[in-house]
């Protein structure tokens, strides 16, 4: 009979029982995956030991034990749309988990599993099944190690062990790397839990397709190297790597019928019913808002816990989308006002203990809670309204599938996410075009870079900002959006229309405020094509004296930009005439550097060939970078040649003709567009010098110098890798070239009046003093190996025998690899049987050498199998000749017992 256990005494149980088998507790990681850019949230429990089996990382224990917090929402793992629909899926839940890292193996890890099971929790052993590995193609080895160690155990009926193909018992990490046979446990929950008896001819099983059968936990053995489709080879080490979710653990030995039924999630469940005063009875006859509330608060709960707050990309976005959607949930059981807080604390009621971070960060997580839930709510009912029009329009006129575009439309207006609209239209047999809604995002996307459509629509800040607009297009102030204009000015006037402080539009701001001002024009460029924001500053145009210092720009809506900065003196207010004035030393620095980054392409391409094409690029007042697709380092002659064709073309004064035209005409005139780019129907297009071809002829919406003179001049600083294939380019012009030339000449006046030359004459001199150093060195050297042979030649006045042969087995401090191999010669021609082993410590590096006489080979004492021997105790490995052989290891600490371990080797092979 199962025992009476609570959810948190099963994880409880879980962890002291593998501690008990000398596992070491690893605690949970973040929901966000440390370093690892593949993976949108932390997923499974093995996700922060992947290095580990990897061979990247190594850890000081070989055995762990845990409970990790998990998320799947997106790609491969999506469990968002069955969330709420069954009694198993989760968006959050918890993997219990165990890892030998090429420790235990088989016997242990299934011995563990069925005693956990059956003696700590109690599990009926008759109602276990077990399933292995049995290869459907027949290329890899049926797993009978595991089947034969799952029979032993007592009480297991011999038939429960079944076998299943690749689908259901192999594990791959990837097309290459780590895999194995995984064994699955699985437990009859008896027939009255199989949901298909009314479907002719099924038959309950295992792997079946009803919920009789439940899987608990499974057991991955990691004991392949994957090399390609058909081609796998053993691993130097075995690992285990098992999962069992806590949720389905718990449900099974609490008794219950539903995951929501469990002490993990039904107090949830019971809050949720009395904030929504429904019955029970309601609650049974329409479970599914109560269990999507229940998820996706625990869910938001455990991510604003771990810093993943609402917002509008990658983490942020399912953050917001899954708190967005409780709430819509929340209203079809009569909750419109803001209640997710309250659910939120009794989620932290539950897993406090467990995870402390939950009470740490409590009042964070039920403020954004309560302010996501507000910002929705002064959207929704429109939003909604919206869309139920449009499901409405699509019914009269036979349509099923709402226009992606169009759902776009009601994200970007109204915030409503996707996830949301298609549950509504899906609530009514209808669906949303999701291909179609991700053009009309890229579309979007691509049309805010620049021209009349600026800004991002939707996400983070759209009901903060949007309000705003619709209330400005209404009293006629803000039309068309801002009139953004970096071109042909570096100074605007105009009314303050907004102002915004900490996400909230504000009448006034004060001295020392952060804030985001909105004007009906600007001439302050945003950042965009690698070309950074301008700086500088908005002053009062009226009486009132007030300043702003301007320190980034910034688009959170569509038709708005707005000036981010401080307010350093005086009170400006909505409604006050302004100034607004760029930094224009700045912005000539940034002109300069961006038309630098237009020849440097250019000559790229005529030292170094076509292929180099721009990878990405920062334009900043100090600095330019320029990334180019190229498979190796340039030469410093390449480099030479590339700064020497930028600066004839800055002293050619070369004028820059600037124009927009249809996108077809300018490729048609060679005009070259970056990879990975997306340009719109009409592009700005920079072409430097004229009379022919022009020497640069790009796509570019930033701002440049009007002739290439004004660049002054170039210097390349660095040539780097930026990744593979990619090269990276550092340079200064202008200013910073001039600032970088004076400190590098004081520093050669500096370095010349040290040495007592002049200027010119440094090569030399420091050529000399190498000449003279590198004597010297080799003088120290020599003296230092005469010691080493001295202190060597002290150590022979007494040497022991073993087997009649002469043995030394020593460390020699400060000798170097060729001092060992002369002391080993030396050491043979005194003593004519005999074998050397001697150590010493270069660079924190340990290196052994061996030397063996002839006749000792003969008697089986080989020198390359002698130093193989004594290199694992000091992490490494060698080899060599019979005679003379030779290891190096990474652990200098352990020398001293690497030689120590050579004498019972060596008495085992002479006897």
Not at 292 to 321: E, K, Q
Not at 490 to 500: D, M, R
Request: net charge negative.
């Amino acid at each position: 009979m199962n025992k009476t256990m609570t959810g948190a005494e099963i994880r409880q149980a879980f962890i002291d029982f593998f501690k008990q088998h000398g596992h070491t507790f690893v605690p949970s990681s973040s929901l966000v995956p440390g370093g690892d850019q593949t993976l949108l949230f932390t997923n499974a429990g093995m996700v922060q030991f992947k290095d580990v089996f990897l061979g990247t990382d190594h850890r000081p224990y070989t055995r762990a034990a845990n409970s990790q917090k998990c998320m799947r929402v997106a790609g491969k793992h999506n469990d968002l749309d069955d969330v709420g629909r069954d009694d198993t899926h989760h968006t959050f839940f918890e993997m219990l988990g165990n890892w030998s890292f090429g420790d235990y193996y088989k016997k242990e890890a299934i011995e563990w599993a069925w005693t956990l099971l059956t003696d700590v929790y109690g599990l009926k052993k008759e109602s276990l099944w077990a399933t292995v590995f049995k290869d459907d193609k027949g290329d890899i080895p049926t797993d009978e190690e595991a089947a034969e160690n799952w029979r032993k155990q007592p009480g297991m009926i011999p038939e429960h062990v079944l076998y299943f193909g690749r689908k259901d018992n192999f594990w791959e990490m990837a097309e290459t790397g780590p895999c194995g046979p995984c064994s699955e446990i699985h437990i009859d929950r008896g027939p009255e839990f199989c949901n298909k008896k009314d479907v002719p001819g099924h038959v309950c099983r295992v792997n079946g397709d009803c919920a009789r059968f439940l899987e608990l936990w499974n057991l991955v053995f990691i004991q392949y190297n994957r090399l390609g489709p058909n081609e796998l080879e053993p691993l130097p080490a075995t690992h285990v790597d098992t999962g069992m979710g806590l949720e389905r653990i718990v449900s099974v030995m609490q008794g219950v019928t539903s995951n929501y039924k469990t002490d993990l999630l039904s107090p949830l469940m019971d809050r949720i019913l009395a904030l929504s005063g429904t019955t029970v009875e309601q609650r049974e006859a329409n479970p599914t808002p109560y269990r999507v509330i229940s998820d996706h608060t625990r869910a938001a709960t455990f991510l604003i816990a771990d810093g993943v707050v609402p917002g509008n990309i990658g983490r942020n976005y399912v953050c917001r989308m899954i708190i967005r959607r409780a709430a819509r949930f929340g209203s079809k059981i009569g909750l419109n006002q803001p209640f997710l807080a309250e659910v939120a604390k009794e989620v932290i009621r539950v897993y406090g203990d467990a995870y402390p971070e939950l009470r740490k960060n409590q009042k964070a997580i039920l403020d954004n809670l309560t302010r996501e839930e507000e910002r929705f709510q002064k959207t929704v009912e429109v939003g909604v309204s919206h869309l139920e029009e449009m499901l409405g329009d699509m019914r009269t006129n036979g349509q099923t599938v709402l226009d992606g575009h169009k759902a776009f439309d009601l994200y970007a207006t109204h915030g409503l996410p996707l996830e949301i609209s298609r549950d509504i239209a899906r609530e009514q047999g209808l669906d949303v075009d999701v291909d179609g809604f991700k053009a009309a995002m890229e579309e979007h996307r691509l049309a805010s870079g620049g021209g009349k459509a600026l800004g991002a629509l939707g996400g983070e800040d759209v009901d903060v900002y949007r309000p705003v607009l619709e209330r400005l297009n209404l009293e006629g102030k803000l039309l068309n959006g801002v009139d953004f204009d970096p071109y042909t000015s570096v100074q605007v006037e105009g009314e303050i229309l907004a102002l915004f402080k900490d996400g909230e539009e504000v009448e006034s701001v004060s001295e020392g405020d952060a804030v985001e001002v909105l004007l009906p024009k600007t001439c302050f460029y945003v950042e965009s094509g690698g070309q950074v924001s301008d700086h500088g500053v908005i002053f009062s145009a009226g009486s009132a004296e007030w300043e702003i210092a301007v320190t980034d720009m910034r688009k959170p809506a569509a038709g708005m930009i707005v000036h981010v900065g401080k307010v350093v003196k005086g009170q400006p207010r909505r409604g006050d005439n302004a100034v607004a004035r760029v930094d224009i030393d700045r912005r000539k620095d940034i002109m300069r550097n961006h038309t630098a980054t237009h020849l440097l392409h250019a000559a790229l391409h005529a030292v170094v060939g076509e292929h180099a094409r721009q990878a990405g690029s920062l334009v900043a007042p100090d600095r330019l970078r320029f990334d180019f697709t190229h498979p190796e380092a340039l030469t410093p002659e390449e480099l030479e040649r590339i700064e020497a064709n930028v600066n004839q073309a800055i002293y050619s004064s070369m004028r820059l003709n600037i124009k927009i035209k249809p996108l077809a005409e300018a490729m048609a005139e060679g005009a070259m567009a970056l990879f990975g780019e997306k340009y719109g129907e009409t592009v700005r297009t920079i072409a430097i010098g004229g009379g022919g071809e022009p020497f640069s002829y790009e796509l570019c919406g930033g701002t440049h110098v009007g002739e290439t003179g004004d660049i002054g001049i170039f210097i390349i600083v660095s040539e780097s890798s930026a990744a593979a294939g990619i090269r990276r380019i550092e340079a200064v012009t202008g200013r910073g070239a001039y600032e970088l030339i004076q400190r590098r000449f004081r520093l050669l006046k500096r370095a010349a009046s040290q040495l007592g030359a002049a200027v010119d004459a440094l090569p030399e001199k420091v050529s000399s003093l190498q000449q003279e150093l590198d004597e010297s060195k080799k003088q120290i050297a020599r003296l230092r190996q005469e010691g080493v042979r001295m202190e060597f030649l002290r150590k022979l006045e007494n040497v022991p025998e073993i087997g009649g042969a002469a043995v030394i087995s020593c460390l020699l401090p400060g000798a170097d690899s060729e001092t060992l191999r002369q002391m080993a010669d030396l050491f043979r021609e005194r003593y004519p049987s005999s074998v050397a082993v001697l150590g010493t410590v270069q660079s924190d590096r340990p290196t052994i050498i061996a030397g063996v006489t002839e006749d000792l080979v003969k008697r089986g004492l080989n020198a390359g199998d002698l130093v193989k021997h004594v290199a694992g105790i000091i992490e490494g490995s060698g080899g060599g000749r019979p005679t003379m052989a030779q290891a190096g290891g990474k652990n200098p600490a352990r020398l001293s017992e690497a030689l120590d371990a050579a004498i019972p080797y060596i008495k085992s092979k002479l006897g």
